[in-house]
């Protein structure tokens, strides 16, 4: 027989990650107070989290370390929760339209891509507020991209942060 008094943990579930591509809009209503960002690198073909100190490979080799966001949405074209990928500018116009109360839940935002490359600076649109989705909490986006990014510097975080 196996005894064990700690239950597995409950399976996490991933959205799909969208991002904002050239000549496609993307219309979201955000449903977290606000987007959970980290340091990240493209090394070795892939994008990974750095780990911020003298173990990341890829700061030792002077790879350009870049920041991601990420927040949970639901995208109105597919009516799907999605995980949604920003960048710093978008942040940055977001937390503009925060409020005490709610953050950014709720928010009506369209992005698009000024330009035809994947790298082009991205526009964004707020419109209205619609509280009528439920709410996740930002510990639901915290574990999905830790979990995401354990292969290397995540591991790291996952075994410095209490989940």
């Not at 690198?41 to 966001?69: M, P, Q, R, Y």
């Not at 990928?85 to 992005?111: Q, W």
């Not at 994947?118 to 507020?129: C, D, L």
Request: proline share 5%.
């Amino acid at each position: 027989m196996r005894f064990d008094n700690s239950p597995p943990a409950a399976p996490l579930h991933l959205y799909p990650i969208v991002r904002c591509k050239p000549k496609v809009p993307l219309r979201v209503i955000l449903l977290q107070h606000s987007i959970f960002g980290l340091w990240t690198h493209f090394w070795n073909g892939k994008t990974i989290a750095c780990s911020g100190d003298e173990l990341c490979d890829a700061c030792t080799a002077n790879v350009k370390d870049v920041w991601a966001g990420y927040i949970i949405a639901t995208a109105l074209e597919t009516d799907l929760t999605v995980l949604c990928a920003v960048t710093r500018p978008v942040k940055t116009d977001l937390d503009k339209y925060k409020d005490e109360e709610h953050g950014l839940f709720g928010l009506s935002v369209g992005l698009q891509r000024v330009g035809h490359r994947k790298t082009s600076p991205i526009a964004v649109k707020v419109g209205h507020r619609n509280l009528m989705h439920e709410k996740i909490d930002g510990r639901v986006t915290r574990n999905i991209i830790l979990r995401l990014f354990a292969d290397n510097a995540g591991k790291k975080m996952l075994e410095d942060r209490d989940l």
